[in-house]
């Protein structure tokens, strides 16, 4: 199996989008259309069953790196009523554009979880960012991946997971705010509808759960799943997660305090369908997906964010917690991907490769593997 891993800081990300099942998200447009039908919990979990996760080799790559440290992160803080009143603190967990490469204090695992075939990972691009000059694409990596111009369609019978460690508790020193949610911004030009017996491409961010001594196997719980085809809409429309009262998608009764738990992983998993004999060649589109300004939301400040200043927003009349850049602010590059080598053979760490604005011959890419934390049950055998 070709994988890709970096190793990194604080989070893991779990790769399940939406509060529906493969529901888009509401929007004025979507008047006079259908939307997509959602999942049942036994075709979601048939979905994931494609797409295995190795406990021992996401904890091998957790427990590769330690004493490392990220970068500070600036708070920013907005008001939205008079006097400076209900104010709102963001700072960015990962905007991608600070690297040449996925940030290995954040991203501890990102892989192909497909056994052999064309190979594709998540990775940074500048086709289509919302902030100045990258973006993360589920497509963009891998051997064939790094070969995808930025107008392709995208490929299908991909299974593309990247998963983040992230630990918000230890930003509080103790303190428990009031509200804390995940926020991100999406582009997505997925196909969204049944095909031929064939369910709808989309994203899922899932919270992973270590083996216990109750439960044997690595657990996905879906925090989201999200599917939709909005070429025209720019990162308007950000996508959030609960971390104080979390719901499991398809179990809505469960209900998660995420931030009690403490570093936790959380997975973004992009899968698109496999052709079938009944459907050889499903329908793609142009890109797919994007995600940018991955960011935490919170009414009260962070006191281990970094130590760096605040910035304080002028106080807004219903100001948005999650403010937002539009096509005006950031015009959409028409770069393409460069090719990235990967040498041949089945080798066992693929590494993410950063996009060029134009196509030059393969390079290889070093492998880094570094974390910042000592977790607890890194120890554990």
């Known amino acids: 199996m070709r994988i890709a891993i970096t190793v990194g800081a604080g989070l893991v990300l779990a790769l399940v989008l ?18 997509p039908p959602q999942l049942t919990a036994a075709q979601a979990q048939r979905q994931l069953a494609t797409a295995p996760l190795s406990w021992p080799q996401l904890r ?15 708070v ?6 008079p006097l400076g009143l209900n104010a709102t603190y963001t700072w960015i967990i990962d905007n991608f554009d600070t690297s040449a490469v996925m940030d290995p204090l954040l991203w501890v695992q990102v892989r192909d979880l497909n056994d052999g075939g064309e ?7 500048r086709c289509r960012p ?32 990247a998963i983040m ?45 270590p083996p216990s001594d109750t439960n044997p196997e690595l657990r996905r719980v879906t925090l989201l ?13 950000p996508l959030e997660i609960d971390f104080l009262a979390a719901q499991n998608v398809y179990k809505p009764e469960e209900i998660l305090n995420i931030f009690e738990q403490g570093e936790v992983f959380i997975e973004f998993l992009a899968l698109t369908q496999r052709p079938t004999e009944g459907n050889p060649a499903p329908t793609t589109f142009e890109s797919g997906m994007f995600i940018d300004d991955i960011r935490w939301v919170s009414d009260m400040a962070p006191s281990n964010a970094g130590g760096t200043p605040i910035v304080t927003v002028a106080p807004t009349t219903g100001a948005s917690s999650t403010p937002q850049i539009g096509p005006s602010d950031t015009p959409r590059p028409s770069d393409t991907p460069s090719p990235t080598d990967t ?7 693929p590494r993410p490769t950063v996009p060029t604005p134009t196509m030059r011959p393969p390079t290889n890419t070093p492998e880094v593997i570094r974390h910042w934390a000592l977790l607890p049950w890194l120890t554990s055998n």
């Open 18 to 35: 939406g509060n529906s099942a493969l529901a888009r998200p509401a929007l004025p447009a979507d008047a006079d259309q259908a939307a």
């Open 60 to 74: 091998a790559a957790a427990r590769s790196a330690r004493g490392q440290t990220r970068a500070p992160a600036a």
């Open 76 to 81: 920013r803080r907005q008001s939205s009523g």
């Open 119 to 125: 190979e594709y990972f998540w990775n940074l691009s």
């Open 130 to 161: 919302k902030s100045p000059s990258q973006s993360l694409w589920p497509f963009g990596g891998g051997v064939n991946g790094s070969q995808l111009a930025c107008d392709a369609k995208y490929p299908n019978g991909v299974a593309a997971s």
């Open 165 to 209: 460690l992230v630990n918000p508790k230890a930003q509080f020193d103790g303190a428990t705010p009031g509200s804390l949610r995940m926020a991100f911004d999406v582009w997505f030009n997925l196909r969204d509808f049944q095909e031929a017996g064939i369910e709808a491409d989309g994203l899922f961010v899932n919270l992973l759960i």
């Open 225 to 237: 799943h999200r599917t939709g085809r909005f070429p025209d809409r720019y990162f308007d429309d």
């Open 343 to 349: 040498p041949g053979g089945d080798t066992p760490t």
